[in-house]
């Protein structure tokens, strides 16, 4: 449970809270409003009080085991369920009566205490995959404060110039209309991450006629989101194809003259320096917030020698190499979970 970001009340509402929802380790929380689900079993001491959350008691008389319960709400039995009762627009809801109406298998305790701990070690797994990604993106962080230090103090002395000085060319992308039909895939915005990967699900496209060659990236492109919420924009990353593809006007290409490295450029920028400089320059129109081609081209950095900076390439690489080798195995350790899941609630387990 993570308490960084809650609100504070009054000793006397806590009080009068807890009268009706007195909330103990062992229980089960339940979000009923907005992002319906996220079960949580309460693994502290620590008091406090909730809202708008539906809370689960268990104890030795129940016949249910809360480790056993928690693993249904996340099953696609329960979510099935509370799918077709949940109700609301923009803000969907469930009410405390349909989860009290939830249908539930249930066999016996020392059953359901089995087959929760056969989904514990098997959602284990997942979490430790899951855990060894987040280490690799903090292991290129920690790569590229090892090799080139802290850019604003520049503590090793190198030049400072401009990205545009970097750069071979820069360009804005198409702004054709994208279709889930088309010839050619164009990236936009949603197809960099805020960690500085190209994520290449969701694509939408062009036609053939339409993807001009001003229009597409290629292998060791910059590819910066221009436009965006002031939180998210200026996310950066390095396309490495292998095929071309379009790019949308939200996005724009950044070509590195042949003694530069892209990944460096994408380093600093998906640095917390680069990030805290993106967001101390960014014009915010109408909610939304704009770093254009040319500020882009303005942002100062120390230029390492080329040969650290292709030390560095390599290394991305490596490291990217084998995050993708673990979420292939997270896939596959997800769809396990899932068909471990579906026979702990059908019964063949």
């Not at 996220?38 to 620590?46: G, H, W």
């Not at 109700?87 to 066999?107: A, D, M, Y």
């Not at 095929?243 to 590195?256: D, K, N």
Request: charged share 25%; proline share 4%; hydrophobic share 35%.
């Amino acid at each position: 449970m993570d308490f960084s970001e809650c609100n504070f009340i009054t000793e006397d509402d806590h009080n009068n809270f807890s009268k009706r929802s007195f909330v103990e380790k062992g229980d089960i929380l339940y979000a009923m409003i907005g992002t319906i689900g996220n079960p949580v079993i309460v693994d502290t001491d620590k008091i406090f009080s909730i809202k708008n959350v539906a809370l689960f008691k268990f104890n030795q008389k129940d016949k249910i085991y809360n480790r056993y319960f928690y693993h249904f709400l996340n099953s696609d039995v329960a979510l099935k369920q509370l799918s077709q009762l949940s109700r609301g627009g923009t803000q969907k809801f469930v009410s405390l009566g349909n989860l009290r109406n939830l249908k539930i298998p249930l066999p016996p305790l020392e059953e359901q205490r089995r087959i929760a701990s056969i989904l514990d070690k098997a959602d284990q797994i997942r979490q430790k995959r899951q855990q060894a990604i987040a280490k690799l993106d903090e292991l290129l962080q920690a790569t590229f404060i090892d090799m080139f230090g802290d850019p604003i103090k520049n503590e090793k002395g190198w030049k400072i110039g401009k990205i545009g000085d970097m750069l071979e060319s820069v360009k804005y992308g198409s702004s054709d209309k994208a279709t889930l039909d088309g010839e050619v895939p164009i990236l936009r915005m949603n197809n960099i991450t805020y960690s500085g990967e190209m994520y290449l699900a969701d694509l939408k496209y062009i036609t053939a006629d339409q993807a001009d060659e001003k229009y597409l990236v290629k292998q060791g492109d910059i590819l910066f989101n221009r436009t965006n919420s002031k939180e998210l924009v200026g996310k950066t990353a390095v396309y490495n194809g292998p095929e071309p593809m379009a790019y949308a006007g939200y996005l724009v290409r950044g070509r590195t003259l042949p003694e530069y490295m892209p990944e460096y450029i994408s380093g600093f920028l998906n640095s917390s320096w680069g990030k805290s400089t993106l967001q101390s320059m960014c014009k915010s129109i109408i909610g939304m917030a704009n770093i254009n081609a040319k500020e882009f081209q303005s942002i100062r950095l120390p230029i390492p020698p080329s040969d650290l900076q292709k030390q560095f390439t390599k290394k991305v690489h490596a490291i990217r190499d084998h995050k993708l080798k673990l979420e292939k195995q997270l896939v596959q350790n997800n769809e396990l979970f899932k068909a471990l899941q579906q026979k702990a609630f059908n019964g063949t387990l």
